[in-house]
Protein backbone atom coordinates (compact mmCIF):
# COMPACT_ATOMS: atom_id res chain seq x y z
CA UNK A 1 0.00 0.00 0.00
CA UNK A 2 2.96 2.29 0.84
CA UNK A 3 4.86 1.85 -2.33
CA UNK A 4 1.43 2.51 -4.26
CA UNK A 5 1.24 5.83 -2.60
CA UNK A 6 4.57 6.86 -3.35
CA UNK A 7 3.83 5.80 -6.79
CA UNK A 8 0.88 7.62 -7.40
CA UNK A 9 2.54 10.73 -5.47
CA UNK A 10 5.68 10.69 -8.57
CA UNK A 11 3.20 10.26 -10.77
CA UNK A 12 1.10 13.30 -9.81
CA UNK A 13 4.55 15.26 -10.05
CA UNK A 14 5.13 13.78 -13.03
CA UNK A 15 2.13 14.84 -14.74
CA UNK A 16 2.46 18.34 -13.02
CA UNK A 17 5.53 18.68 -14.96
CA UNK A 18 4.53 17.92 -17.73
CA UNK A 19 1.17 20.33 -17.41
CA UNK A 20 3.79 23.03 -16.44
CA UNK A 21 5.58 22.49 -19.50
CA UNK A 22 3.08 22.14 -22.02
CA UNK A 23 1.52 25.66 -20.69
CA UNK A 24 5.41 27.65 -21.24
CA UNK A 25 5.19 26.55 -24.62
CA UNK A 26 2.27 27.74 -25.48
CA UNK A 27 2.90 31.12 -24.28
CA UNK A 28 5.74 31.25 -26.54
CA UNK A 29 8.71 31.06 -23.87
CA UNK A 30 11.89 31.15 -25.97
CA UNK A 31 15.53 30.06 -24.33
CA UNK A 32 18.94 31.10 -25.34
CA UNK A 33 20.31 28.63 -27.19
CA UNK A 34 24.27 26.78 -27.61
CA UNK A 35 27.31 28.14 -29.88
CA UNK A 36 28.54 25.79 -32.69
CA UNK A 37 32.08 24.18 -31.12
CA UNK A 38 33.73 26.15 -33.77
CA UNK A 39 33.13 29.44 -32.26
CA UNK A 40 35.37 31.38 -30.85
CA UNK A 41 32.43 32.79 -28.88
CA UNK A 42 31.19 29.59 -27.80
CA UNK A 43 32.58 30.01 -24.19
CA UNK A 44 31.10 33.48 -23.36
CA UNK A 45 27.97 32.63 -25.45
CA UNK A 46 26.95 29.30 -23.12
CA UNK A 47 27.81 30.91 -20.14
CA UNK A 48 25.60 33.44 -21.19
CA UNK A 49 22.96 30.99 -22.11
CA UNK A 50 23.36 29.91 -18.02
CA UNK A 51 22.35 33.06 -16.87
CA UNK A 52 19.69 33.53 -19.20
CA UNK A 53 18.25 30.88 -17.90
CA UNK A 54 18.64 31.46 -14.25
CA UNK A 55 16.71 35.45 -15.22
CA UNK A 56 20.18 37.21 -14.88
CA UNK A 57 19.41 39.51 -18.18
CA UNK A 58 22.52 41.91 -17.22
CA UNK A 59 25.18 39.52 -16.73
CA UNK A 60 24.08 37.12 -19.59
CA UNK A 61 23.75 40.49 -21.84
CA UNK A 62 27.64 41.04 -21.08
CA UNK A 63 28.17 37.52 -21.78
CA UNK A 64 26.56 37.95 -25.24
CA UNK A 65 28.55 40.67 -26.11
CA UNK A 66 31.67 39.39 -25.51
CA UNK A 67 30.92 36.42 -27.58
CA UNK A 68 29.78 38.84 -30.61
CA UNK A 69 33.35 40.65 -29.96
CA UNK A 70 35.38 36.76 -30.46
CA UNK A 71 33.02 36.03 -32.75
CA UNK A 72 30.78 39.36 -34.95
CA UNK A 73 29.73 36.16 -36.95
CA UNK A 74 27.80 34.00 -34.33
CA UNK A 75 24.10 34.27 -34.97
CA UNK A 76 23.92 32.19 -31.85
CA UNK A 77 24.83 35.14 -29.79
CA UNK A 78 22.97 38.00 -31.74
CA UNK A 79 19.91 35.99 -31.08
CA UNK A 80 20.57 35.39 -27.70
CA UNK A 81 21.46 39.13 -26.95
CA UNK A 82 18.01 40.04 -29.04
CA UNK A 83 15.93 37.57 -26.36
CA UNK A 84 17.88 38.93 -23.72
CA UNK A 85 17.21 42.65 -24.60
CA UNK A 86 13.52 41.85 -25.18
CA UNK A 87 13.35 40.76 -21.76
CA UNK A 88 14.87 43.86 -20.40
CA UNK A 89 11.98 46.09 -22.52
CA UNK A 90 14.87 47.65 -25.03
CA UNK A 91 13.10 46.88 -27.68
CA UNK A 92 14.65 48.41 -30.57
CA UNK A 93 18.15 47.27 -29.55
CA UNK A 94 16.23 43.73 -29.65
CA UNK A 95 14.87 43.86 -32.93
CA UNK A 96 18.59 45.09 -34.74
CA UNK A 97 20.10 42.22 -32.87
CA UNK A 98 17.21 39.93 -34.27
CA UNK A 99 17.89 41.09 -38.17
CA UNK A 100 21.87 40.68 -37.34
CA UNK A 101 20.91 36.97 -36.10
CA UNK A 102 18.37 36.45 -39.36
CA UNK A 103 20.93 38.18 -41.74
CA UNK A 104 24.00 35.39 -40.53
CA UNK A 105 21.43 32.17 -39.95
CA UNK A 106 18.56 33.26 -42.52
CA UNK A 107 18.09 28.59 -42.81
CA UNK A 108 18.52 28.19 -38.88
CA UNK A 109 15.36 27.17 -37.85
CA UNK A 110 15.28 27.88 -34.19
CA UNK A 111 16.35 31.33 -35.22
CA UNK A 112 13.93 31.98 -38.18
CA UNK A 113 11.34 30.57 -36.56
CA UNK A 114 11.18 32.34 -33.37
CA UNK A 115 8.11 33.99 -32.43
CA UNK A 116 10.01 36.77 -30.49
CA UNK A 117 11.86 37.51 -33.68
CA UNK A 118 9.02 37.45 -36.28
CA UNK A 119 7.16 39.78 -33.36
CA UNK A 120 9.94 42.45 -33.52
CA UNK A 121 11.01 42.34 -37.11
CA UNK A 122 7.29 42.08 -38.49
CA UNK A 123 6.77 38.84 -40.04
Known amino acids: MRQLSLFAGLFGLFLLLVVACEEQKEVGAETAIMAPPSSAGRAQNDEGVGHYRQGHWDVAEGHFRKAIQADGNLAEAHFNLALTL ?14 KALDLAPTKVTIKDSPVLKKHIGM
Open 86 to 99: DKMDKHEDAKTEFK
